[in-house]
């Protein structure tokens, strides 16, 4: 299966009063074409700002990003807009992500008359057929955001972001907003919608539960470095990193026969501004040793199954 989205030590860092905050620090993974890996962590953790600089909203540092096999971490001008087309974003905040002074119809036109590649009857059509397919009724064309409920409005969220036939989506806590019966709809919407064009996502949310349901691959995020990823299922099967244990361990259960163990943590959050070298978790973690504070890799521990964390053998 070919990759689409192809991260090599990915970094992006912002200066702060107090020093460089390494909000992203050497990432790298590879998402496949039609595939949605998901992007977990606590907040704060830089899933959002991963995704973010891979789909060049951000400059990144340093590190190196290749979709379709094309380098595009420095590209501009002309070269970033034909990107864009095939690069998209869904907002967490459906309300804020849409322009209050346009209506529905306009927000959905808009990227369609900015690539000037279709005719004004084609809009026309393309609109129809978007509102259709995500579910928005004809009566609501000329409703504004501030008229709609959260739902409908990342509905447009939805079909603005599908309107150019994108390749990838970046999927920014999408449902995060919503109630949990819309969050359902949503995500079906997400997926039917990937089934029929073959869509390829990174589906960045704090909701384990969320993340197992759409998700093909996951990678657990801490302080802006990867510890963990793996296959959804195997990941949640037999998890390796003592952070991605304490993340699962927090998730409710209703097995009243069988609950959950819950791993509480304790000790002091790492800095992400000038951190040291090191496992950024090594504070918190019950396992640490003068090991982990040298520099950690992602080793391959089981088939597809990765792991920074040098006493990860020892422990399962």
Do not use: W
Request: charged share 30%; with cysteine.
């Amino acid at each position: 299966m070919s990759s689409l989205i192809e991260i090599k030590n990915l970094k992006k860092y912002f200066d702060v009063p107090a020093g460089t905050n390494h909000a992203v620090d050497d990432i790298t993974m590879t998402i496949q074409k039609g595939k949605t890996m998901g992007i977990v962590g606590e907040s704060g953790c830089g899933k959002s700002t991963l995704g973010r600089t891979v789909i060049r909203l951000h400059e990144p540092t340093d590190g190196q990003i290749l979709f379709n096999g094309r380098d595009i971490t420095y590209a501009k001008g002309k070269e970033l807009r034909k990107i864009r087309e095939k690069m998209q974003i869904i907002f967490q905040d459906p309300y804020a992500s849409l322009n209050p002074r346009y209506s529905m119809d306009e927000i959905i036109r808009e990227p369609l008359k900015e690539s000037h590649r279709f005719t004004r009857q084609e809009i026309d059509e393309r609109v129809d057929e978007l509102m259709d397919r995500v579910g928005i009724e004809d009566r609501l064309r000329y409703a504004y955001p501030h008229e709609l409920d959260g739902g409908r409005r990342q509905r447009v969220g939805i079909a603005r972001a599908i309107s150019l036939d994108p390749d990838f989506i970046m999927c920014d806590e999408p449902v995060s907003a919503l109630d949990v019966s819309i969050q359902a709809q949503i995500l079906n919407l997400m997926m039917d919608l990937q089934a029929e064009k073959n869509l390829t996502y990174m589906f960045v949310t704090h909701d384990l539960s969320v993340v197992k349901h759409i998700s093909n691959d996951i990678s657990v995020m801490y302080l802006g470095q990867l510890v963990e990823t793996s296959p959804s299922q195997k990941l949640f099967d037999r998890p390796l990193h003592p952070y991605t244990k304490a993340l699962l361990s927090a998730i409710p259960s209703t097995d009243i026969l069988h609950p959950m163990k819950r791993i509480l943590l304790k000790g002091e959050i790492t800095s992400p501004i000038n951190p040291e070298p090191g496992c950024r978790f090594a504070k918190r973690c019950p396992y640490a040793t003068e090991a982990c504070k040298q520099p950690q890799e992602l080793k391959e521990m089981e088939k597809d199954h990765f792991v920074s964390c040098c006493m990860a053998e020892k422990i399962n």
